[in-house]
């Protein structure tokens, strides 16, 4: 069964520096999503991503988030300056599509923990 | 607002015990529904979904949910637990393009 794919598994960094989190969704998915898990606590939408568009974003996603496709395969979320409330794991996901019926289940990645020391 | 509750943080069970964890959302549209599976240090997994049709659903492993349109509820069951169920559960519900999680329960099986 298709899946979709984060690296790294594990990123540590300073505080300040920059990360870039990588995700290969399913192939044919159009819809992508990176969410959020801090340690002990609830996953958390961040944002959406469509057509090389973001659809809708939370809060939490300021503007030392960034999304992006670079490819035609992969979908980054970058942390400019990173913070030490950063720390997380980071779930991507994707779906075909984001309405409400049953191709639009949304499919998580394995996550990428982020630590920010 | 648009949210989801879990009852229960924690659960402590025996093996071959049964299990319900309760949850309940709050979404003016329409639903689809969902619980997830988090295994100790591996990722989310889909256990069932509701998106229309019969209320009760099943899923993978010997789960199933129901979903109560009246209750706002859709609470998650297994006739007998394993210790191999011992993870964290997550409610959620699709809000068109994001999905909302509940806080977890966090279930452990004792053999």
């Known amino acids: 069964e298709p899946e979709v794919t984060q690296t790294p598994s594990h990123q540590v960094t300073q505080m300040g520096q920059e990360v870039i989190l990588r995700c290969v969704p399913i192939?044919?998915?159009?819809?992508f999503y990176w969410y959020r898990q801090i340690l002990g606590q609830k996953v958390e939408f961040l944002v959406s991503?469509?057509?090389?568009?973001?659809?809708?974003k939370s809060e939490i996603f300021d503007d030392q988030f960034s999304v992006e496709r670079p490819d035609g395969s992969n979908f980054t979320l970058k942390i400019r300056s990173t913070k030490l409330e950063d720390s997380a794991m980071y779930f991507c996901?994707?779906?075909?599509?984001?309405?409400?019926?049953?191709?639009?289940?949304?499919?998580f990645g394995p996550g990428t923990r982020l630590t920010v020391l | 607002a648009q949210s989801v509750s879990q009852h229960n943080h924690h659960v402590i069970l025996s093996e071959a015990a049964s299990l319900e964890l309760g949850c309940n959302y709050s979404?003016?549209?329409?639903?689809?529904l969902f619980w997830y599976v988090q295994y100790p240090g591996q990722h989310l997994q889909l256990l069932l979904k509701?998106?229309?049709?019969?209320?009760l659903v099943k899923g993978i492993k010997g789960f199933e949910a129901e979903f109560i349109k009246s209750k706002f509820s859709f609470n998650l069951r297994k006739p007998s637990v394993q210790w191999s169920d011992t993870a964290e559960y997550f409610c959620?519900?699709?809000?068109?393009?994001?999905?909302?999680f509940g806080a977890g329960t966090r279930l452990f099986v004792k053999a």
């Open positions: 192939s044919n998915h159009l819809y």
């Open positions: 991503f469509y057509n090389n568009e973001i659809s809708e």
């Open positions: 979404y003016g549209g329409t639903v689809n």
């Open positions: 509701y998106f229309s049709g019969d209320p």
């Open positions: 996901a994707s779906s075909e599509s984001p309405g409400q019926g049953v191709r639009d289940t949304q499919y």
């Open positions: 959620a519900v699709n809000a068109g393009f994001k999905t909302i």
